[in-house]
T-cell receptor, first 112, second 114 residues
Framework: TQLLEQSPQFLSIQEGENLTVYCNSSSVFSSLQWYRQEPGEGPVLLVTVVTGGEVKKLKRLTFQFGDARKDSSLHITAAQPGDTGLYLCAGVSGTSGSRLTFGEGTQLTVNP | DAGVIQSPRHEVTEMGQEVTLRCKPISGHNSLFWYRQTMMRGLELLIYFNNNVPIDDSGMPEDRFSAKMPNASFSTLKIQPSEPRDSAVYFC????????????FGPGTRLTVT
């Protein structure tokens, strides 16, 4: 069974601070996706990282895929209240990317 | 595109009743997924269809749960009879058949079984 461990599970910070969320596994994934979910809504895809060592930037968000494609991190610079939400990582595996294994999620609260 | 559409958004029912959740995937997507999300267990895959054919239903909890996809633009998830432990948010997601296999989620149906 493939497992993805996310840490921390909960994070409460002040506006302007930086933070990093980690996603770790003992399994290799063909790619890894990050989602953000707000209350009452479905997860929304932020980014997909495909290549080991890949770094992608989305404004103040930086995503990195580990060299061995087993882990990933999400770094947010100068967090804002609008960044508040549940962040989920998901590893893609299986035939034709059929399986998406989700981490438990990191609940981020950014206080003004 | 309107995105993945789910109905109803909220459902409250009594134990023992039949519940049917509906999903319309994004046009052109050939794969559809049903997930369940709870605080205790997070997001769990229930069943996955490819080209309207169920491929992996290993996540379906028990025989009370069934899912169908009669055509490329419609799927249902049925629970009969429903139980209080089925209370959760049920999500439908769809994706195209090419890498990087990005899934797009609907807004979910919040089911409460009393």
């Amino acid at each position: 069974t493939q497992l993805l461990e996310q840490s921390p599970q909960f994070l409460s910070i002040q506006e302007g601070e930086n933070l990093t969320v980690y996603c770790n596994s003992s399994s290799v994934f063909s790619s890894l996706q990050w989602y953000r979910q707000e209350p009452g809504e479905g997860p929304v895809l932020l980014v997909t990282v495909v290549t080991g060592g890949e770094v992608k930037k989305l404004k103040r968000l930086t995503f990195q895929f580990g060299d061995a494609r087993k882990d990933s991190s999400l770094h947010i610079t100068a967090a804002q209240p609008g960044d508040t939400g549940l962040y989920l990582c998901a590893g893609v595996s299986g035939t034709s990317g059929s399986r998406l294994t989700f981490g438990e999620g990191t609940q981020l609260t950014v206080n003004p | 595109d309107a995105g993945v559409i789910q109905s109803p958004r909220h459902e409250v029912t009594e134990m023992g009743q039949e519940v049917t959740l509906r999903c319309k995937p994004i046009s052109g997507h050939n794969s559809l997924f049903w997930y369940r999300q709870t605080m205790m267990r997070g997001l769990e895959l229930l069943i996955y269809f490819n080209n309207n054919v169920p491929i992996d239903d290993s996540g379906m909890p028990e025989d009370r749960f069934s899912a169908k996809m009669p055509n490329a633009s419609f799927s249902t998830l049925k629970i009969q009879p429903s139980e209080p432990r089925d209370s959760a948010v049920y999500f439908c997601a769809s994706r195209a058949g090419t890498a990087p296999y990005e899934q797009y989620f609907g807004p979910g149906t919040r089911l409460t079984v009393t």
